[in-house]
């Protein structure tokens, strides 16, 4: 397929009287609710359904495998790689599609540092997926917008589906990354989150090649200048632990690292909002008004008022809002070298430690390692938490080799000496089942602690089997909850559950042979 040709095809599809261009916020919505694609809630959010899918299809995302990029790609079952014949076969599918449909075309950018931002281009099918990347992507000034020319285009057609035994997919639903033509194609699904991490993959394989550290990770900066990290899977906390009230929010989940600090890679947040209430979360809360998104989440038919307690139609319930919603974000989101990063986790075996504080090699090695427990709903076909590693808190989204990344952090922790905290935001006094979840105001504390340096007044104790260092105390969390074997009655079953989880680190860890011997031995020890 010729690009050039190809490229003339689709400009001719949006010359078409029914493509609408960078519509106002209250034209997006007017048009989503015209057309039948969602309803007002109470606080005036617009609520949509996605129906069959309601989490990411990470099987069902392809790189387009072509000689530029082949060497780059850290292929297997998170890269699949497709043809390019398959792609233009596809790409030409959605062109056709695409022809005398009622269109919406986004215009922005990805990337707050202007130096690095990467222009963008969305076009889709539904009102209300052009309103999500809108607020989720980062807005253009008019007079950015008369120079704005996309360097990369996305077309979201969930209507088009795909025939596997035709087209080289898995099943209908599709993602596919062109890194080389700039284009990504989604179909067969109308979850929101597809076309906001199919940008951040895109992120993962240009920004480092610019000496850019991309992470999957929230951001905040205190009153001095002080800038946090958190590193985490969807559901462990990172954009509930950055909205904090006594500090300005960068970003709630993308980000990149260069020479002269962080930067967002988003104009807006999309936070889970399971159990959401006022008291527990009162920025998001008060982030769910005109503007917002509301993604499969349960409405009263009469009174229009969300039930943030349903599960009915999925545990991924989410919240789609601009960043500026959250008082005192920075505006644009940059900021300098962070001082504190926290790997998030939510231990579903119950046995890491509330929060527990790492060396260089331990934090490499734990990034590498990636542990969480995948939480019900952020992928299809998850019904309660599992265990799993996810190389640097995002594989599904790294197109480069593992390596590449940890080497930028380890590179970063080194001239900015921050230091490096996991936290345990799963269970505590036993497994999923057993125990419960970790206190919110808990972890919120220890933090806190964290953040403004008192932890390191607390002495600490190395843990026997996964040699991180333990603190004995912290302001406003009762001492015994720091070690976690006291939180179980049955200390023989946590002794062995912790040995388990050992078991299951060091299996994992035997993927990465290239590994130091330094950073192998900062591992748990069975």
Request: proline residues 6%; aromatic residues 10%; contains cysteine.
């Given at each position: 397929?010729?690009?050039?040709?190809?490229?003339?095809?689709?400009?001719?599809?949006?010359?078409?009287?029914?493509?609408?261009?960078?519509?106002?916020?209250?034209?997006?919505?007017?048009?989503?609710?015209?057309?039948?694609?969602?309803?007002?809630?109470?606080?005036?959010?617009?609520?949509?359904?996605?129906?069959?899918?309601?989490?990411?299809?990470?099987?069902?995302?392809?790189?387009?495998?072509?000689?530029?990029?082949?060497?780059?790609?850290?292929?297997?079952?998170?890269?699949?790689?497709?043809?390019?014949?398959?792609?233009?076969?596809?790409?030409?599918?959605?062109?056709?599609?695409?022809?005398?449909?009622?269109?919406?075309?986004?215009?922005?950018?990805?990337?707050?540092?202007?130096?690095?931002?990467?222009?963008?281009?969305?076009?889709?099918?539904?009102?209300?997926?052009?309103?999500?990347?809108?607020?989720?992507?980062?807005?253009?000034?008019?007079?950015?917008?008369?120079?704005?020319?996309?360097e990369f285009t996305v077309i979201g057609v969930?209507?088009?589906?795909?025939?596997?035994?035709?087209?080289?997919?898995?099943?209908?639903?599709?993602?596919?990354?062109?890194?080389?033509?700039?284009?990504?194609?989604?179909?067969?699904?109308?979850?929101?989150?597809?076309?906001?991490?199919?940008?951040?993959?895109?992120?993962?394989?240009?920004?480092?090649?610019?000496?850019?550290?991309?992470?999957?990770?929230?951001?905040?900066?205190?009153?001095?200048?002080?800038?946090?990290?958190?590193?985490?899977?969807?559901?462990?906390?990172?954009?509930?632990?950055?909205?904090?009230?006594?500090?300005?929010?960068?970003?709630?989940?993308?980000?990149?690292?260069?020479?002269?600090?962080?930067?967002?890679?988003?104009?807006?947040?999309?936070?889970?909002?399971?159990?959401?209430?006022?008291?527990?979360?009162?920025?998001?809360?008060?982030?769910?008004?005109?503007?917002?998104?509301?993604?499969?989440?349960?409405?009263?038919?009469?009174?229009?008022?969300?039930?943030?307690?349903?599960?009915?139609?999925?545990?991924?319930?989410?919240?789609?809002?601009?960043?500026?919603?959250?008082?005192?974000?920075?505006?644009?989101?940059?900021?300098?070298?962070?001082?504190?990063?926290?790997?998030?986790?939510?231990?579903?075996?119950?046995?890491?430690?509330?929060?527990?504080?790492?060396?260089?090699?331990?934090?490499?090695?734990?990034?590498?390692?990636?542990?969480?427990?995948?939480?019900?709903?952020?992928?299809?076909?998850?019904?309660?938490?599992?265990?799993?590693?996810?190389?640097?808190?995002?594989?599904?989204?790294?197109?480069?080799?593992?390596?590449?990344?940890?080497?930028?952090?380890?590179?970063?922790?080194?001239?900015?000496?921050?230091?490096?905290?996991?936290?345990?935001?799963?269970?505590?006094?036993?497994?999923?089942?057993?125990?419960?979840?970790?206190?919110?105001?808990?972890?919120?504390?220890?933090?806190?602690a964290a953040i403004n340096g008192s932890i390191?007044?607390?002495?600490?104790?190395?843990?026997?089997?996964?040699?991180?260092?333990?603190?004995?105390?912290?302001?406003?969390?009762?001492?015994?909850?720091?070690?976690?074997?006291?939180?179980?009655?049955?200390?023989?079953?946590?002794?062995?559950?912790?040995?388990?989880?050992?078991?299951?680190?060091?299996?994992?860890?035997?993927?990465?042979?290239?590994?130091?011997?330094?950073?192998?031995?900062?591992?748990?020890?069975?």
């Open positions: 397929m010729n690009v050039n040709a190809s490229t003339v095809d689709l400009d001719q599809i949006l010359k078409s009287d029914r493509v609408h261009f960078r519509l106002s916020v209250p034209e997006l919505v007017e048009a989503a609710v015209a057309r039948k694609e969602g309803v007002l809630s109470s606080t005036g959010a617009l609520r949509a359904t996605t129906g069959k899918y309601t989490g990411r299809s990470p099987k069902d995302k392809f790189i387009v495998d072509t000689p530029a990029v082949h060497n780059h790609i850290a292929w297997g079952p998170v890269n699949q790689p497709i043809s390019s014949e398959k792609f233009d076969q596809l790409y030409e599918r959605a062109l056709d599609y695409l022809k005398n449909r009622e269109l919406f075309v986004f215009d922005g950018f990805a990337g707050a540092d202007k130096k690095y931002r990467l222009p963008i281009r969305i076009i889709n099918e539904y009102a209300w997926h052009n309103l999500f990347v809108h607020q989720l992507f980062i807005r253009p000034t008019a007079e950015e917008l008369k120079t704005h020319k996309p969930p209507g088009l589906q795909a025939d596997p035994a035709e087209d080289g997919t898995n099943s209908e639903t599709f993602i596919i990354l062109n890194l080389e033509k700039k284009i990504v194609l989604i179909g067969g699904t109308e979850y929101a989150g597809e076309m906001k991490k199919s940008i951040f993959s895109a992120l993962n394989y240009l920004l480092p090649m610019r000496d850019v550290f991309p992470m999957h990770c929230s951001a905040n900066v205190g009153e001095k200048g002080d800038v946090t990290l958190f590193f985490g899977l969807s559901g462990t906390g990172k954009t509930t632990l950055s909205a904090d009230p006594n500090r300005r929010l960068i970003g709630d989940d993308e980000h990149g690292w260069s020479d002269h600090g962080v930067f967002n890679f988003e104009g807006g947040c999309y936070a889970k909002c399971i159990n959401l209430s006022e008291e527990k979360e009162p920025q998001i809360w008060n982030s769910i008004k005109f503007g917002a998104v509301l993604e499969n989440v349960t409405l009263d038919e009469t009174t229009r008022v969300a039930d943030y307690d349903d599960a009915s139609l999925t545990e991924n319930t989410r919240a789609a809002y601009p960043v500026d919603y959250i008082p005192g974000a920075v505006i644009p989101g940059v900021a300098g070298h962070p001082n504190v990063v926290v790997f998030l986790t939510a231990d579903a075996f119950g046995v890491l430690p509330p929060i527990s504080k790492l060396s260089r090699e331990q934090a490499m090695y734990h990034f590498l390692s990636g542990y969480t427990s995948k939480l019900a709903g952020t992928e299809r076909g998850v019904t309660e938490p599992e265990a799993t590693f996810s190389t640097c808190f995002g594989s599904p989204f790294l197109p480069l080799y593992p390596h590449v990344y940890a080497e930028m952090l380890g590179k970063r922790i080194d001239q900015h000496n921050a230091k490096v905290y996991l936290l345990n935001t799963g269970w505590s006094g036993g497994p999923y089942g057993v125990g419960k979840r970790m206190n919110l105001a808990y972890t919120r504390a220890m933090v806190t390191e007044k607390a002495n600490f104790t190395s843990d026997p089997i996964f040699g991180v260092l333990v603190p004995d105390q912290i302001e406003g969390v009762p001492s015994e909850v720091l070690n976690p074997r006291n939180t179980w009655a049955d200390k023989q079953a946590y002794d062995d559950m912790a040995r388990h989880l050992a078991g299951l680190f060091v299996k994992n860890f035997e993927k990465f042979p290239t590994a130091s011997e330094q950073i192998r031995q900062a591992g748990p020890k069975l």
